[in-house]
């Protein structure tokens, strides 16, 4: 069974907040990719669709359109890049590039360990901001330049440990 009985529970519990279960979709893939790892494997994906009596394609479809949500595993610190036009004039590439050479990853991979993983991403919504920089789902960075990447590294990986007691 791919969704726990208290995850399958948790998502039941949204019904009634909306007017019919397919609205729940959103809800639901936040709750999944949180206790999955972060990211929505295909078998949730039939199981979500089943609970909410829609189409796989239908969830398959969302997975696929929002940045925010994973169809693969992705690291212990997820580190998305915009490189839509106005982060791509403003150096996005050369941060890609930048974390390519500090992690030793490409786009889509994974560090060794899980810690780490790069992806580039369209539209954070800060064009004005730009570069833009997110980490998991947290607030995005702005204006983020190249020389900012190690140190952006180091304290997530400072705060990986401090949260594990090393």
Same mark, same amino acid.
């Given at each position: 069974?791919?969704?726990?009985?208290?995850?399958?529970?948790?998502?039941?519990?949204?019904?009634?907040?909306?007017?019919?279960?397919?609205?729940?979709?959103?809800?639901?893939?936040?709750?999944?990719?949180?206790?999955?790892?972060?990211?929505?494997?295909?078998?949730?994906?039939?199981?979500?669709?089943?609970?909410?009596?829609?189409?796989?394609?239908?969830?398959?479809?969302?997975?696929?359109?929002?940045?925010?949500?994973?169809?693969?595993?992705?690291?212990?610190?997820?580190?998305?890049?915009?490189?839509?036009?106005?982060?791509?004039?403003?150096?996005?590439?050369? /941060? *890609?590039? =930048? %974390?390519?050479?500090?992690?030793?990853?490409?786009? @889509? &991979?994974?560090?060794?360990?899980?810690?780490?993983?790069?992806?580039?991403?369209?539209?954070?919504?800060?064009?004005?901001?730009?570069?833009?920089?997110?980490?998991?789902?947290?607030?995005?960075?702005?204006?983020?330049?190249?020389?900012?990447?190690?140190? /952006? *590294?180091? =304290? %997530?990986?400072?705060?990986?440990?401090?949260?594990? @007691? &090393?």
């Amino acid at each position: 069974m791919p969704l726990s009985h208290e995850l399958e529970n948790r998502i039941r519990a949204e019904f009634p907040k909306y007017p019919e279960k397919r609205a729940v979709l959103l809800t639901a893939l936040h709750f999944v990719q949180e206790e999955q790892g972060g990211w929505v494997a295909p078998d949730c994906i039939l199981a979500i669709a089943g609970l909410l009596e829609i189409d796989p394609i239908d969830v398959k479809e969302v997975v696929s359109f929002y940045h925010m949500f994973h169809d693969h595993a992705v690291g212990q610190s997820h580190l998305q890049v915009c490189t839509n036009l106005s982060c791509s004039m403003r150096g996005a590439r050369g /941060l *890609v590039r =930048g %974390l390519e050479e500090i992690l030793g990853v490409r786009p @889509g &991979e994974m560090t060794p360990g899980g810690e780490f993983s790069v992806e580039e991403v369209q539209c954070l919504g800060s064009c004005g901001s730009a570069p833009v920089v997110q980490v998991n789902n947290e607030p995005f960075l702005e204006n983020v330049a190249l020389a900012d990447l190690k140190s /952006l *590294v180091a =304290g %997530l990986q400072t705060r990986r440990r401090a949260a594990v @007691g &090393e």
